[in-house]
């Protein structure tokens, strides 16, 4: 099962309901944060996120609404004192962000922070749980996330093994872990040969800012969760298209074509209120839209169903 915890949905102003963009991922004791919204320490305390779990935090691109949550973050963790290693990955100026923060207003951490520079590609990958970045098109450098869960190999069939004549005991834990063996007499076993067949990998997709792109496109392709700015309604795309952002129409467009099953939206301006208009303007398009809400949660489950759990004070 994963989880995705929406930490914040709001736009470059944060109001008093809705914080800076930051999206927790939970997977198998680990946490994935992308993004860190001002605030978003305060928003790790009111989710129940833990402070010294196994993290990796992604950023899309250094505009300071996206980031300027992460000193007061290393400064919590610190306090309370986390002990885990910490691996960031975001476009290279994280790297100057991170060292002046620490040397200019005392954020010594008590634990290992290392910040990777990142291209295109992947970039994280823990168990069956892979990261992969992709670029997109927004003001300057900036990259969308692709969060890929295979959900291991399939079933184990024991009496498929005993077929074909395999010894019981390393070789049947190899091939149930999902690695080919060599056997004696020099035939090769692939673990598909004796387990069921695998299912399709779901797949969680996060724009970060950018309008409409290729990029973003391609990674949406079939996705079970997409995640997608969608600053503006249609009324103000030509603000939209001035200052790199989506507009509610567009990215349900994009969820429509690239058959995503669901559509997330977030990180819409204050001047949408609570954001009717834009939850209006995509569903007309895409009725399998939702909007984010602070401190809501959306659980995948291993079958690939989702369940959304709004939070108790909205
Ligand atoms: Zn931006
Ligand atoms: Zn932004």
Redesign the pocket.
Known sequence: MIEIVILGSGGSIPTERRNHPAIAIRYEGWILLFDAGEDVQRQFEKAQLGLNKKMAIFVT?V?A??VLGLPGLLLRFSLLGRIKPLNIYGPKELIEYVKVSQSTINLGTTFETVVHAISPGEIFNQQDLTVRAFEVD??GY?LGYEIVWSRSTGKFLPEKAEELGIPKGAFWKALATGESIDLEDGRKVSPEEVTEPSPPPLKIVYSG?TKPCQELRKAANGADVLICESMYTSTHSALAEER?HSTAASVAELAKESGAKLLILTHYSPRYYEGEDIINEARSIFSNSILARDLMRIRLNKDGSAVIMNPQNQ
Do not use: E, L, Q
């Open positions: 691109h505009h609404d996206h927004h003001r900036a800012d790199g």
